[in-house]
């Protein structure tokens, strides 16, 4: 039996470990930078300056945020019940089916605002929908979520290839996509609404469906903290035997916790197909439900730290394209690989610092 986890202060485990996971992937990323021969505070520079530095480049930070937000949600909640939902990816993209089918039939004729709740319905319904499956095969027949989730993102990949392919694609277009949505479809972007009230705003793909995800995370929050249903949800995660001894019904929790987790994954792809394609395309998801995994870890499964751990993701996005177009020696493989080491670092070696941590931190006897 492994060791116990030494008892720290909230302040070390939400804040001191996040940021010493980050200052250790920086600093690597720092010395692959140094190797290429570039300087890494420069780069730092120009990552920071893409990401914060002007209105457009603010707004495409947290476009990527907003995807960011509702997978590491869904990690999340599937966290706190001893899950790990790996199928966020396949949630999101047979989501986006969802919200499609309601904006193709209901954009000649509806303007948006009504079209959006069924959009969001439809994203968490078919979210939730394919997160069933291997919720039922954990509960009710032993089968571990990790393997059928990880195969459910293949077969949501196959499926939505085929519909698009053969069902859903224009006749007479060789695109394997959908036909782009009427205005009525389409949610309105940032900037239109500061519009709406006079102002101006750079263009950018920031759409409204970045407060739809602001307020999921205040769900999300309630939902675990102030409900009995997250009160059951986070004795199940912290030991099962006392959770079945107090009466907690297992397979019922692992069900309701991954359709939630399915649906909260699938409101991505209100982002992508409402939000900022105005049409369902092939690999929409673009890898969005795996990042959130890590984001979810680093945000120690706590809306906050998700929200800024995604805008952290969301500046290695943007900021990581512009750094790859300033300084062409830093390759977008190498962009890649710097967000590789974040992953690294704030998942698999989250708990790298705690050792040393827990000794420092540890109440002396009196």
């Known amino acids: 039996m492994s060791a116990p986890r030494a008892a720290l202060p909230a302040w070390v485990d ?55 937000i509702f997978t590491g949600l869904a990690m999340a909640v599937a966290v706190h019940c001893g899950l790990f939902n790996i199928g966020g990816e396949g949630q999101a993209y047979v989501a986006g089916l969802g919200v499609a089918l309601a904006c193709l039939a209901m954009d000649s004729f509806a303007p948006w605002w009504v079209i959006l709740p069924f959009a969001i319905l439809g994203a968490a319904l078919f979210g939730a929908a394919w997160a069933w499956v291997p919720a039922y095969l954990q509960a009710r027949r032993g089968s571990h979520v990790v393997i059928t989730t990880i195969m459910f993102n293949f077969i949501a990949a196959s499926l939505m290839v085929y519909l698009l392919v053969n069902v859903l694609k224009v006749p007479g277009s060789m695109q394997p996509e959908t036909r782009t949505f009427e205005e ?44 009995r249903l997250g009160y059951e949800i986070r004795t199940m995660g912290h030991n099962q035997t006392a959770a079945v001894y107090a009466g907690i019904k297992p397979d019922r929790i692992i069900i309701i916790t991954m359709m939630i987790s399915g649906g909260l ?85 989250e708990h790298m610092f705690r050792p040393a941590l827990g000794a420092m931190f540890r109440p002396q006897p009196a």
């Open 184 to 227: 009525g479809g389409r949610l309105p972007f940032i900037h239109q609404v500061v519009e709406w009230f006079g102002g101006t705003m750079a263009h950018s793909p920031l759409n409204l469906s970045f407060v739809i995800a602001l307020l999921a995370a205040f769900g999300v929050w309630l939902l675990i903290w102030r409900t």
């Open 265 to 349: 994954a699938g409101m991505m792809a209100l982002n992508e197909v409402m939000g900022v394609q105005h049409r369902l395309l092939i690999d929409f998801t673009s890898g969005y439900g795996f990042v959130g995994i890590a984001v979810a870890f680093m945000g120690r499964s706590h809306p906050v730290g998700i929200i800024l751990a995604s805008v952290l993701f969301g500046v290695l996005y943007q900021g990581g394209a512009e750094l790859a177009f300033e300084i062409p020696a830093i390759t977008r493989d190498m962009i890649i690989t710097i967000q590789g080491l974040v992953i690294l670092f704030a998942g698999a070696l």
């Open 14 to 68: 939400y804040g001191l470990i996040p940021i010493l996971n980050l200052a250790a992937a920086f600093l690597v990323s720092g010395l692959v930078v140094l190797l290429i021969g570039e300087s890494p505070v420069e780069a730092v520079k120009v990552l920071l300056f893409g990401a914060f530095g002007y209105e457009e480049g603010l707004g495409f930070t947290l476009y990527y945020a907003t995807n960011f």
